[in-house]
């Protein structure tokens, strides 16, 4: 399958045919809390608007929180992986960094020169309710700047690069794409809280769900492996990784979604609680409303938040965050973080199944622990034998290899798949943006 940066959407939608940008330069940016992710594109010169980008280079520094920090680049002839660099302390020194060493390849000239950078796409965990990508004007920033307050753990680090870009890539246009866009076709009964409606309308409160950038990639991968529109096509879509959520895709769009206001709800993670109680926090901590210890006055993060954030989910169970060595172990704590997950993971499959009234084309697994744990796979298939899904075994261990494979018994009433999922670029073609043109702009 051939997918395209977001930015590239852009840019055939504005131009008509990218001729007329001559060659454009396109840094696809992920910034989490403890890494920085850039690959490089650039347009084809004298190519049609239908011709995809090319990918130049891709470099990540990792251990943010945990120096030293790591640099790994790909790119032609160069390959560094997991190098210790020094003084690197910050999203922004990371995109600093990354920056200088690509500008500097000799493999690479086509990013020799700053200045050669035409567009920056951002992605942005949260995206309250802007609908699609959109330019990044001071407007736009400032908003996102207020949407932090709804996401602290989330925005910060995107806000921080795309700061960081406007000042060391003035030339270049920056765009945000959103994890949040995706969902915004939930129904009002999806979306809704039953609290005060006049609160909730003030302050934003409401289900917004987020992987959206990947339940995108995974529904149009999916749609081209059977060969079906998208818009014919319905599945529950698992992207687990140390964020897990789930997504009901109903002809394309999602219908349902596990995380909410925050990546909080739903399903647990490495650090994350999944849902809770709301008022378990106060008999865990009296102090669950007081500032956390890394809270600032630009970014208020109360305890309640740091502790079931970052100090919950499977490395409070287990110690670990490492799934793969959870999966495989004897210790009884980390078979109940393992036994857990199934059953979240199970509940959310079986109440999707209903929502979709059993028109489900397939349950597909994505996201890193998605793409590698058999294991998990074979125990989630085997709860939901049920509802006509069933693995084949020996397609289950095999390597994922392709972009979207089978491991479903070919006799049973619904496939399972497994996708590999990329938030770096999206494959949707711009013929699908043509219609809402005015919301980039």
């Known amino acids: 399958m051939v997918t395209e940066p977001r930015a590239y959407v852009w840019m ?42 090319l990918q130049l280079a891709e470099a990540q520094i990792s251990g943010l929180t945990a120096p030293p920090a790591t640099f790994t680049c790909a790119a032609s ?16 020194d990371a995109f600093e960094y990354i920056l200088n060493h690509l500008t500097s390849l000799d493999s690479v000239p086509e990013i020799s020169n700053k200045d050669n950078i035409t567009h920056a796409c951002h992605r942005v965990v949260h995206g309250g ?28 680090s995107a806000l921080a690069i795309i700061k960081a870009c406007m000042k060391l890539l003035p030339q ?26 006049g609160v909730a309308s003030k302050n934003k ?17 999916v749609a081209d492996y059977l060969g079906k529109d998208v818009s014919e096509t319905s599945i529950i879509a698992l992207h687990l990784g140390s964020g897990a959520s789930a997504c009901a895709v109903q002809g394309g769009k999602s219908l349902d979604t596990s995380m909410g206001l925050t990546p909080l709800a739903g399903l647990p993670g490495a650090t994350r609680s999944g849902d ?36 919950s989910g499977w490395k409070a169970l287990t110690g670990t965050t490492d799934f793969g060595h959870i999966s495989l172990s004897e210790d009884p704590q980390c078979k109940l973080a393992f036994d857990i997950f199934v059953d979240k993971i199970v509940s959310f499959v079986g109440s999707y199944y209903v ?15 998605g ?5 998990l796979r074979a125990k989630v298939a085997e709860k939901c034998r049920c509802l006509g899904f069933e693995i084949d075994q020996q397609k289950n261990g095999n390597e994922i290899k392709d972009v979207v494979q089978g491991i479903g018994n070919v006799n049973a009433g619904h496939k399972i798949l497994v996708c590999q999922t990329d938030e770096q670029v999206r494959g949707i073609p711009s013929r699908e943006y043509t219609e809402t043109e005015d919301s980039l702009v």
């Open 129 to 156: 309710d802007y609908p699609d990508a959109h330019i990044i004007d001071e407007d736009t920033y400032h908003h996102l700047e207020d949407l932090t307050e709804l996401a602290p753990l989330h925005n910060a």
């Open 77 to 92: 002839s160069t390959h560094i992986k997991d190098k210790e660099i020094q003084d690197i302390n910050s999203q922004e």
């Open 172 to 197: 270049a246009k920056n765009i945000a794409y959103f994890d949040t866009s995706f969902h915004a076709s939930m129904p009002d009964a999806a979306r809704t809280y039953a609290i005060d409606p």
């Open 205 to 221: 409160l409401r289900k917004y769900g987020f992987h959206g950038i990947s339940y995108s990639f995974i529904t149009r991968s």
């Open 276 to 311: 809770v109680d709301p008022s378990l926090i106060f008999h865990f901590t009296h102090d669950a409303g007081k500032p956390a210890p890394g809270s600032s006055q630009k970014m208020h993060i109360s305890q309640a938040e740091e502790i079931l954030n970052k100090k």
């Open 12 to 53: 055939t939608k504005h131009t008509g045919n990218l001729n007329v940008l001559h060659m454009a330069i396109i840094l696809s940016i992920n910034a989490g809390s403890s890494s920085v992710k850039v690959s490089t594109y650039k347009t084809t010169t004298n190519s049609p608007a239908t011709q995809r980008p």
């Open 371 to 375: 793409e590698k744990a058999s294991l």
């Open 355 to 369: 929502k979709l009234e059993g028109r489900v084309d397939a349950l597909v697994f994505a996201g890193g622990i």
